[in-house]
């Protein structure tokens, strides 16, 4: 019987050599591959779904998701002509087709015009669904996306496809999309158009290709390199993804919309740009000229559940002991910085301190681009903005922070100090503004110092360096380090109290360090949180806060931080 075999590539005309309720065996010239979906056209309007199962030279076995009714098998009867190969014709091929009954099996007990068994699978409407079946086409379909969107476009209302929710809208141009992949005489199955409206929604209101990534918990950091080069961290670890961009142009598009909502630009003129997803997470831009093998996009997922001190003694990243002298500190109205590198975990840190707070302080955060979520219900939240075509209208983080201290603030916390405002910030600690906290890049607390010493030159104030030693050690009370180790787990690795100058030398102290044991069978790093039993110096400050015995256990590792738990030994 003579039928049509439907694929992705195109609709090819096939013979039928035996059917059953649960499949075909079919004779196709045309190449396909094992566990590709197909569908089997029979007497032009009898279909059915399925996917091949197995293929010998020129014949293949269907397996179909469903079982073939017994009315479609009655109105396609084979005749014994089927069951043969076709009359004396000749063919192109040096050697004449084999008879079906001839074929050699690659399982002697196994008959040609059997199905070959294959693992049982759960039906499902579309075949990519299914285990086992192929992965979708990702470029394919980014091109198919690339060549729908703008036909589309041209049909819709776009100010008010803005408006509605993604699922209605995904509705609304459903039929839409189908009218002109018959128009254009597209062959996309089942999967796919679902896969393209999926695709052409993300282009429209969303974030394209990375829409998937964005919504995945489990990823940290989304890294695009080129349209080709989708990279994401998790658990601590870079991994590679299948996501693809059509071309540089396709991920600079995608740039400028996430610029956008924000506010800014990004061109040759503004190369660089860092900016913010709706959902806080933060973002980085740069393009050519200066990133040389086309745009770059890195994105800072922050977790959707709240981050607490508590949260982070159970996963390892401090001590119940380190908690509770951070909470005691942070109450206590201590100037803090938290150091740490690239994406050691400073600012998830920051958020979790602020947790401790009282809620009847007024805080203002300042930012380049805003990313702390503190929970208190007095913030004001300010952010930088960048210069306008003309080059005007910038405004700095010094700028935001002289004018925070005419907003009656009871603390200021800056995102990161990474210029001049780190003058402006040590003077407002040494006037009255205590507990404020900031973050700073460095490798250690000692070297946190030092940088603070290198932007104070950066201000532009021609002050000595025992001046800006004497200046650092009155405003600054702990400097919190932060790392992300080898095995890709965020440690506090030390908690160092400035104690005050002693000749031209800041004198500090630690309370607490991270001593490495050993490495685990996973790679694992096994170590424990080290208490020094000093007395710490800001006791008298807890004090004044009814917190000074608390304090005093907690330095010498005895009571975990209030509402942590019973008292533990923290490894990890």
């Known amino acids: 019987m003579r039928a049509v075999l439907e694929t992705a590539r195109g609709r090819f005309d096939c013979r039928v050599l035996d059917l059953s309720p649960t499949g075909a065996c079919v004779r196709l010239l045309a190449s396909i591959e094992e566990r590709e979906p197909v569908t ?21 076995g269907v397996q ?20 043969a190969p076709p009359p004396s014709k000749p063919q ?24 070959p068994p294959v693992r049982e699978v759960a039906p499902a409407p579309e075949a990519p669904a299914r285990p086992g079946t192929p992965r979708l086409d990702g470029d394919r379909i980014a091109t198919m996306v690339a060549q729908l ?85 998790r658990r601590g670890k870079l991994e590679s993804t299948d996501v693809t961009f059509i071309d540089d142009r396709h991920v600079l598009n995608l740039a400028t919309r996430i610029v956008t909502l924000v506010g800014r630009r990004i061109d040759e003129s503004t190369p660089l740009v860092d900016a913010r997803l709706p959902d806080g997470s933060r973002v980085n831009v740069i393009v050519p000229p200066l990133a040389l093998d086309g745009p770059m996009i890195s994105i800072r997922k922050f977790a959707k559940q709240v981050i607490t001190l508590e949260r982070m003694v159970e996963q390892g990243n401090l001590s119940a002991s380190m908690a509770a002298v951070i909470a005691i500190a942070t109450r206590s109205r201590l100037n803090m910085l938290i150091s740490g590198g690239t994406g050691s975990g400073k600012t998830t840190l920051l958020n979790a301190m602020s947790r401790t707070i009282d809620p009847g302080e007024r805080i203002i955060t300042i930012e380049d681009a805003a990313e702390l979520q503190l929970q208190q219900p007095r913030v004001g939240r300010l952010e930088t903005r960048m210069p306008n075509l003309e080059g005007k209208g ?43 906290l900031g973050t700073i890049h460095a490798s250690g607390p000692r070297e946190a110092l030092t940088r603070l010493e290198n932007l104070l030159d950066m201000s532009g104030m021609n002050l000595s360096s ?38 031209d030398v800041i004198v500090t102290q630690e309370l607490f360090h991270y001593r490495f044991d050993r490495e685990g069978p996973n790679g694992e790093l096994i170590g424990e949180f080290v208490s020094s039993g000093l007395r710490p110096h800001f006791l008298p400050e807890a004090e004044l806060h009814s917190l000074g015995r608390e304090l005093m256990r907690a330095a010498i590792g005895e009571t975990p931080m209030p509402g942590a738990g019973e008292p533990r030994s923290v490894r990890g």
């Not at 009656?408 to 404020?436: F, K, T, Y």
Request: net charge neutral.
């Open 466 to 503: 025992r001046a800006q030693r004497a200046q650092i050690a009155s405003a600054v009370d702990m400097i919190i380090q932060v790392s992300r180790m080898r095995d890709g787990r965020r440690r506090i690795t030390s908690l160092m109290e400035v104690v005050g100058m002693e000749s």
């Open 149 to 233: 969107q703008n036909e589309l476009i041209e049909r819709i209302d776009v100010a008010q496809a803005a408006r509605i929710d993604r699922d209605q809208l995904a509705r609304e141009i459903e039929p839409l999309v189908n009218q002109i992949i018959s128009e254009r005489n597209l062959q996309l199955n089942g999967p796919e158009r679902a896969a393209a409206i999926k695709g052409l929604v993300a282009e429209m209101v969303g974030f394209g290709p990375l829409e998937p990534l964005l919504a995945d918990e489990s990823v940290s950091d989304i890294l695009v390199d080129g349209p080709k080069r989708v990279y994401v961290e």
């Open 394 to 436: 910038a405004v700095t983080i010094r700028d935001l922070f002289r004018n925070a201290l005419r907003m009656r603030p009871d603390r200021i916390i800056v995102g990161e100090i990474r210029g001049s405002e780190c003058l402006d910030m040590l003077q407002a600690m040494n006037s009255g503004h205590d507990g404020s």
């Open 40 to 60: 089997l056209h029979l007497n032009g309007s009898d279909k059915i779904s399925g996917v091949v199962a197995w293929r010998r030279n020129t014949y293949l």
């Open 64 to 83: 179909f998701f469903e079982r073939l009714s017994d009315t479609a098998r009655a109105s396609a009867p084979l005749k014994a002509a089927d069951k």
């Open 92 to 115: 192109p091929q040096p050697q004449a087709q084999p008879q079906p009954q001839a074929q050699p099996a690659p399982r002697a007990a196994e008959p040609l015009h059997l199905i």
